[in-house]
């Protein structure tokens, strides 16, 4: 059974919740009451409040030793490797992470309850795929009920998201400039530079067909019917998992953190940032279909909406339309009347690539070239069949909404695998630069907070050589 990492933390520290009912025995104190008895070594031991099950305090959190052997126990039977992970470092990420979630509350972080209530449905819906069902769940996690193991599932949820937004912000600012990626690439020993693979560069023409009117305001009037619908009180969240066609955010309720820097449609953007809080825009178009959205909550720059997409629907007339248009294309490309570029700048419907020539952009790079051995399965099994110069046969594609278009692809350019040179591998090299340079800035940011943080670090842990200064030695 493979596990995200997320869902991974969220399976091991709810194992962790659960055992530490059963073990409520051994652990019977405050916060309080535990920082005061650790400051406090002079209390008669008679009067001493008994804390043997805890391994360390890191501001209001606890970590308990079972915590731990929860950890270890969760991490083997999710089949992940545990060679060269032991006792001492498991616990110090442990208290890395309460660090993050202790200082995203001080800084006032702030997670909806929605965002929340909406990642808990999800997961446990997963939780549910992976263990048989929730009477499975319940007796895996010795929970005694769906409402219990919620309950703790919710106060575990927002304390992820709390750290992944601290962790974020922690890094949000680090910048990198070109002399800094050239000494970067310079201190790395020449028979140390990292090897790049075979890549490629894919271009790609796009022929979208266009729906009817009638299908057009088929939609926009759903859409005005949903709005009126909530504004008369019923649940935006439920309308959006009933009719939203982003399947990404329609499972949670339509839920979307977003901020300005985000690689999102301009109207989209511009509309959500318009709006004032619980306000409900009316339809609108980008080039995934049309929205309205809602503005769920203001966190400065930052803001909760919840969307609902609808497409109008694209009847089989205008489909085949659309694939006798791009098999015409192809066939003037290939007979030599026009290049690919010239026709993906003046014919393609795909406005992130028709500019370039159609020139994909790696999602993860954000450069040109896709390596062979990290290629999207789909993708690779489209363009290998490719030689030379050839031109792909009309593809049908479905875009992660649900519309269906079709597509040409091209091998533009072919790289062998050779190590890395700075001229023609800049942007991996940059890449790697920054994240150094934001690796550093943790560990300073790390550094700082466990020196302003209230740490304590049982007898029993006290001998574990740490990679932070836990012991503030």
């Keep these: 059974m493979k596990l995200s990492i997320y869902v991974l933390v969220l399976l091991v520290t709810l194992g962790m919740q659960a055992q530490e009912m059963a073990d409520e025995s051994m652990v019977t104190t405050t916060m309080e009451e535990v920082k005061t008895q650790v400051k406090d070594s002079t209390q008669p031991t008679s009067q001493r409040i008994k804390i043997d099950g805890v391994a360390a305090v890191v501001g209001d959190f606890i970590i308990l030793e079972s915590d731990v052997d929860k950890t270890f126990l969760d991490l083997r039977q999710q089949g992940l490797s545990i060679e060269g992970l032991t006792r001492c470092k498991l616990l110090g990420k442990l208290m890395e992470d309460k660090l993050y979630a202790h200082q995203a509350i001080q800084d006032s972080i702030e997670v909806s309850p929605g965002e929340v209530q909406d990642r808990v449905n999800q997961n446990i819906e997963y939780f549910k795929q992976q263990t048989g069902g929730m009477e499975e769940l319940l007796k895996f996690y010795a929970m005694e009920d769906e409402a219990t193991l919620r309950e703790r599932l919710t106060e575990i949820t927002k304390i992820n998201i709390l750290t992944q937004r601290m962790q974020s912000r922690v890094v949000e600012d680090v910048e990198i400039t070109p002399e800094e990626v050239r000494q970067f690439f310079e201190k790395i020993p020449e028979d140390q530079r990292p090897v790049i693979g075979v890549e490629l560069e894919v271009s790609q023409i796009i022929i979208a067909p ?114 006798k248009e791009i098999d015409t294309l192809r066939q003037r490309i290939v007979a030599g009347e026009l290049t690919f570029e010239e026709a993906a700048r003046s014919f393609s419907d795909d406005k992130e690539t028709r500019n370039n020539g159609g020139k994909l952009i790696n999602p993860a790079t954000f450069d040109t070239h896709f390596e062979l051995t990290k290629m999207d399965p789909e993708q690779y099994a489209q363009i290998e069949p490719l030689k030379g110069d050839e031109v792909s046969i009309p593809l049908l594609d479905e875009t992660r909404t649900g519309q269906k278009r079709f597509k040409l692809l091209k091998v533009t350019n072919r790289y062998d695998e050779h190590v890395a040179d700075y001229s023609k591998d800049y942007i991996k090299i940059k890449s790697l630069a920054l994240k150094e340079k934001q690796l550093k800035e943790v560990e300073k940011w790390i550094t700082q907070k466990i020196k302003d943080t209230y740490i304590n670090v049982n007898s029993g842990n006290r001998d574990c050589e740490f990679q932070n200064n836990w012991l503030k030695k």
């Design 210 to 323: 266009e729906p009817s009117q009638e299908a057009v305001d088929k939609v926009v009037n759903k859409l005005k019917e949903i709005k009126a619908d909530v504004e008369a009180g019923s649940s935006f969240g439920t309308k959006a998992i009933l009719y939203s066609k982003d399947r990404a955010s329609g499972r949670q309720g339509g839920l979307m953190p977003i901020n300005k820097r985000m690689p999102l449609a301009k109207e989209f953007k511009d509309m959500a940032f318009s709006l004032q809080q619980g306000e409900i825009s009316d339809p609108f178009e980008t080039d995934f279909g049309w929205h309205i959205v809602m503005v769920d909550k203001v966190r400065g720059q930052e803001r909760d909406v919840r969307h609902i997409l609808l497409i109008p629907e694209i009847t089989n007339d205008r489909l085949e339309a659309a694939r």
